[in-house]
């Protein structure tokens, strides 16, 4: 009778779960974003959010919770309710970097989150001032081993993805660089333009403009593909530099315990906002493409780069204070 009771039980379960998944959502989502507005895992939320916002009739809020190196909005959506009111807008940083890089992790993303689908992937750059005497990516790993650790690049700051990719491609070149931190990437253009640091490494969309002005030139992109911005601008990889492969890219997460059916609605829900030739020229327009996935291929994606930059940080002795 227990078994029978306990199979009940658990069917009855099931059959609510169904349910729940053919109504949802009947009411306001919420997508949280681990940084100020304006940024770009806070356009990804807002471009995405306002479609799905359409598709349901309910409307999607973007919260922005900003702070502990993105951990203070990720930690919100591990302890949230896991019924799909509550998501993360995660970038490759919350959830490959920081696991690599910080001791003591107030998540752990494989087993508090649950990916629901890849969303935007945008380049990063190592650009030069015009006034540089910088004109290549040759040039700047000849200069950095003549005088190791005396060659200053601006980063939007410690911990951050493109600090990684600094540090990769001192590895890359068997050499080193000095980091030069700075709060936020509109500092750290600024900086760049004004001749603070010769050097910088930036999402492309930071730098596009004053690459269009005469400022700045790109003398690299640090992915494989180039950028839609502007198809010109070689890869490091084009340039030798083939071990380095990084970019900013954003995704969507869910709580552990949310139920498969309201994941696999999210999933294709989100898939087919994506698709949409308005959505991707947004996100094109802002130099980043959509990158529409399965939960597992998103899943796969951020345990090999969590491998990787390990691996990266390790190496490089990579820290944070």
Not at 61 to 85: C, F
Not at 205 to 231: F, H, I, K
Request: proline share 7%; hydrophobic share 45%.
């Amino acid at each position: 009778m227990r078994k029978i009771a306990c199979a009940i039980a658990l069917l009855f379960a099931v059959a609510a779960s169904a349910a729940n998944a053919q109504t949802y959502p009947d009411r306001p989502v919420r997508i949280l974003v681990p940084y100020a507005p304006g940024g770009i895992t806070d356009i990804a939320a807002r471009i995405l959010g306002a479609k799905l916002g359409e598709a349901w009739g309910h409307q999607v809020v973007v919260e922005n919770r900003s702070g502990g190196n993105g951990l203070i909005a990720m930690s919100a959506v591990v302890k949230a309710d896991p019924d799909g009111y509550t998501l993360a807008m995660a970038s490759g940083g919350d959830v490959s970097l920081n696991p690599a890089l910080l001791e003591k992790m107030p998540y752990d993303v494989e087993r508090d989150l649950v990916p629901i689908s890849g969303v935007s992937d945008a380049p990063i750059v190592l650009a030069a001032s015009s006034r540089s005497p910088f004109h290549s990516v040759a040039d700047v790993i000849a200069a950095a081993r003549a005088k190791p650790g005396s060659i200053d690049i601006g980063t939007p700051g410690v911990g951050s993805i493109t600090h990684l990719v600094l540090e990769w491609l001192a590895l890359s070149a068997g050499t080193k660089f000095q980091n030069v931190p700075f709060k936020g990437g509109g500092p750290a253009v600024q900086a760049l333009i004004s001749g603070v640091v010769p050097l910088a490494i930036l999402a492309s969309s930071s730098a596009a403009p004053y690459v269009q002005d005469g400022s700045l030139r790109v003398l690299g992109v640090t992915s494989t593909a180039r950028s839609t911005l502007n198809p010109d601008w070689p890869t490091l990889r084009e340039q030798g530099i083939t071990e380095v492969d990084a970019s900013n890219w954003t995704a969507l997460f869910a709580p552990k315990g949310t139920p498969r059916e309201i994941i696999d609605k999210l999933n294709a829900d989100v898939v087919k906002a994506l698709n949409s030739p308005e959505i991707k020229e947004r996100f094109a327009s802002g130099g980043a493409q959509v990158i529409p996935s399965t939960p597992a291929e998103l899943a796969a994606r951020q345990q090999k780069e969590l491998a990787i930059f390990k691996s990266v940080v390790a190496k490089s002795g990579m820290h944070v204070e």
